[in-house]
C-alpha cells in the first residue's frame, strides 16, 4: 500500500504527464473526436449570402425590414464516465507495470482531457460487485481525487462481471455521456449491458492485456493460480501445444470480446503493458475526425 507522501507524489506526477499529454499530443483531437450533443441558439445577425434561409428570424427581420439569420454553436459541454475495472486480475503485470498502473495512467489522461475541454468526468469502479461511484463533475480538484482513488482503490471483491458495472450505469447515468469501459475483460456475460449502454452513450472499450496473458513462456512445470477464484493447477510450458492452446484460448476471447462490441455499435481498443498507449489513444482520435 502506498503512502500518503508517495499518493501525493504519483498524483502530481500524473498530472504534470496527463497535461502535458493533453496540450502537446490531444489538442483539438479529444474536442473534435466527442462531438456535443447539439446546436445551442447564439444570437442573430444580419443575413448573409450562403446562409440557411431555414435559419431566417422572419420575426426580426419584419421588425427591421431587412432579413436576419439565427446563428448556432455546437453544445459542448460533455460528461465523461470512467468504468474501472479494480478485480485482482488487474494486479498482474510482467513488463514495467501491472495492467492497474496502465488502466489509472489512462483513466487519469482521459480524466484531465475532459476538464482541459470543460467537460464533466465521473468514474464508476467494479470488480463483481460496484465498489464505488463517482458522480461526474467539473474542476481540477475533481479529477484530483479521482486520481487519488485510482490509486488507492482497494476492492472488496476480487471477480469481474462486466454486465453488474454495465447494469449501474445504464441505471445511474441519465445524460448521454462519452464512457471509457478499461479492463482485460476477462468475464463473458456482459453484451445485454453493451448493447443498452450503446444505444444510449458513446462506449469505448479499453482492453488492457499483459503479454503472458498472451504467451505463456517456456519454462518448464510451473503451478499457476487463478488471482480471481484462487484455483491452483500445474502448467507444462514446455509442451509446445500447451503454450499454442493457450496463445489461441487468448485470441479467440479477444475476438468474442470485439464482435460484442461490434454488435452493440461501439468501439474497442486494446493496449498492452509496455506498450505506447499514446499512439493508440491519438490513432483513434485521429480516426474518429476522419
Given at each position: 500500500?502506498?503512502t ?12 504534470i ?6 496540450r ?61 475495472d ?25 480524466a ?40 488507492t ?106 464482435n ?14 509496455g ?16
Amino acid at each position: 500500500m502506498l503512502t500518503t507522501a508517495e499518493i501525493i507524489k504519483k498524483v502530481r506526477e500524473l498530472e504534470i504527464k496527463s497535461k502535458k499529454l493533453t496540450r502537446h499530443l490531444f489538442t483539438g483531437e479529444y474536442h473534435s473526436a466527442f462531438k456535443g450533443r447539439g446546436m445551442l441558439f447564439k444570437e442573430v445577425r444580419e443575413y448573409q449570402p450562403g446562409d440557411d434561409i431555414r435559419f431566417i428570424d422572419w420575426n426580426v427581420s419584419a421588425r427591421f425590414n431587412h432579413p436576419f439569420s439565427k446563428v448556432f454553436e455546437e453544445e459542448r459541454e460533455l460528461s465523461v464516465m470512467l468504468l474501472v475495472d479494480v478485480s485482482a486480475s488487474s494486479l498482474f503485470g510482467t513488463t514495467h507495470a501491472r495492467k492497474k498502473d496502465l488502466i489509472t495512467e489512462v483513466a487519469a489522461v482521459m480524466a484531465f482531457s475532459a476538464i482541459s475541454n470543460n467537460d464533466k468526468v465521473g468514474v464508476l469502479f467494479f470488480s463483481d460487485v460496484i465498489e464505488k461511484f463517482i458522480p461526474p463533475k467539473k474542476g481540477r480538484d475533481h479529477v484530483l481525487y479521482i486520481v487519488r482513488e485510482l490509486l488507492t482503490a482497494e476492492p472488496k471483491n476480487k471477480g469481474t462481471r462486466l454486465g453488474n458495472a454495465l447494469q449501474r450505469l445504464n441505471n445511474t447515468v441519465r445524460q448521454s455521456s462519452i464512457v471509457f469501459l478499461l479492463s482485460d475483460f476477462l468475464d463473458n456475460d456482459f453484451e445485454d449491458g453493451l448493447k443498452v449502454a450503446g444505444k444510449k452513450h458513446d462506449v469505448i472499450g479499453i482492453k488492457v492485456y499483459d503479454k503472458m496473458d498472451m504467451q505463456l513462456p517456456e519454462a518448464g512445470l510451473i503451478e499457476i493460480e487463478d488471482a480471481e477464484n484462487g484455483a491452483r493447477s500445474w502448467v507444462d510450458t514446455s509442451d509446445y501445444l500447451v503454450r499454442q492452446q493457450y496463445e489461441a484460448a487468448f485470441f479467440n476471447h479477444t475476438n468474442y470480446c470485439k464482435n460484442i462490441f461490434v454488435r452493440a455499435g461501439c468501439e474497442l481498443l486494446h493496449i498492452r503493458t509496455g506498450e505506447d498507449y499514446v499512439k493508440v489513444l491519438q490513432k483513434f482520435f485521429v480516426g474518429r475526425n476522419r
